[in-house]
């Protein structure tokens, strides 16, 4: 036997030994396909082995076209701990109908909604135990659909903005123009034009009025600066104000500009605070003290201030201080750089679940990172 084929065989040994020893194994995945409200959605249920009836998780989806794929790591950490997990494709993604692109947040949380009711209805679980593990943009849609659905079980928001998506959107707007190597103040200056143009598309006041006139001369009065060009190319500000009228129109001067995205567009204003204070569940809402999307102090103080008299045991945050936007860290450089969960972070998620919902831990368990 050669060197090479020995060592080849102690590492399988050592693999096959570390398998052995885990006390729960990788669950089962079972595709599944359900009604929403735009047609049939695509999905895959994560769960442990047994007959269950297992505490259920729905992950709801972050901005962008996510397939249930996109969330294995979380779903198959949850599920070797316990739990059902669906992910679904988002609606207008691989296996799901609908277009997203004309999808308001109100539609997005009857998606969540409708999954929520596809795992309530599977045998191996406990449909008295279902709740939701939303990450960024589905802090906004995940409440609405728990604001509805008293019986969801808890709520779990991982980097979930707390303000207006107009708010949460210029804060990372200036962030990466920063990073970029843009000085801070002319960031801020660009992005409250930014701002004040589309507040003024949101609630028109009129072409030819005092706000279209102030609009257009802050435009003028910015036109020389280095910024301006390279803020157009980026699509951070029109060349010219186009006129109000007909916004909704196909013609619209402005539509190249809005990327024919008109209901994400229009959802800009949506206030969270409503349909997060009226969430009757458990909640608990976890932020990245390293996250440049958002601001972890204003949205945890937002969250607070929402939740009120509640805060405390059913309503809190953690700050994982070295995490990004997706709760992990980077460490090292080059070929040494690692990026992994932040530590404690899902511990820490996985025992206020189990507390909540009356698990406890899983002695021994491994999962995937």
Not at 34 to 39: L, N, Q, Y
Not at 89 to 107: I, K, L, P, V, Y
Not at 179 to 194: F, K, Y
Request: include cysteine; hydrophobic fraction near 40%.
């Amino acid at each position: 036997m050669t060197a090479r084929a020995a060592a080849g065989m102690a590492l399988a040994s050592v693999i096959a030994m570390a398998i052995a020893g885990c006390a729960v194994r990788v669950p089962r995945t079972v595709a599944v396909r359900f009604p929403g409200p735009a047609g049939s959605m695509k999905g895959a249920v994560y769960l442990p082995d047994g007959p269950g009836p297992y505490p259920g998780i729905v992950l709801a989806h972050g901005a962008i076209r996510n397939s249930y794929r996109d969330f294995e790591r979380e779903a198959r950490f949850f599920a070797t701990h316990g739990y059902a997990v669906l992910a679904y494709d988002t609606r207008g993604t691989g296996g799901s109908a609908g277009d997203r692109t004309q999808a308001r947040f109100e539609h997005l949380a009857h998606d969540v909604a409708a999954a929520v009711r596809c795992l309530r209805d599977r045998p191996e679980v406990d449909p008295a135990r279902v709740g939701l593990w939303a990450y960024d943009q589905g802090g906004w849609i995940a409440p609405l659909a728990a604001s509805r659905d008293t019986t969801i079980a808890f709520l779990v928001l991982v980097s979930a903005p707390i303000v207006t998506p107009l708010q949460q959107m210029s804060h990372k707007r200036i962030e990466d123009l920063v990073a970029r190597g843009m000085d801070r103040e002319e960031a801020e200056a660009l992005v409250r034009l930014r701002r004040r143009i589309w507040e003024y598309w949101l609630a028109p006041a009129g072409s030819g009025t005092r706000a279209s006139d102030s609009l257009r001369n802050a435009l003028e009065s910015v036109r020389k600066r280095p910024w301006f060009a390279p803020a157009v190319e980026a699509r951070d500000l029109p060349e010219r104000l186009p006129p109000d009228e007909g916004m909704g129109a196909v013609n619209h001067p402005a539509r190249w500009w809005l990327r024919d995205n008109l209901p994400a567009f229009r959802s800009l204003r949506y206030e969270p605070a409503p349909a997060l204070a009226a969430v009757r569940a458990p909640l608990l809402a976890v932020y990245g003290g390293e996250d440049r999307e958002l601001s972890t102090e204003e949205n945890g103080r937002r969250f607070r201030r929402t939740v009120g008299r509640r805060f405390g045991r059913d309503a809190l945050t953690r700050i994982f201080p070295d995490a990004d936007h997706t709760l992990q860290v980077r460490t090292g450089s080059g070929f040494l750089r690692k990026v992994e969960s932040a530590p404690g972070y899902r511990d820490s998620v996985l025992a206020w679940i189990g507390r909540v919902v009356g698990v406890g831990p899983t002695p021994g368990a491994h999962a995937p990172d």
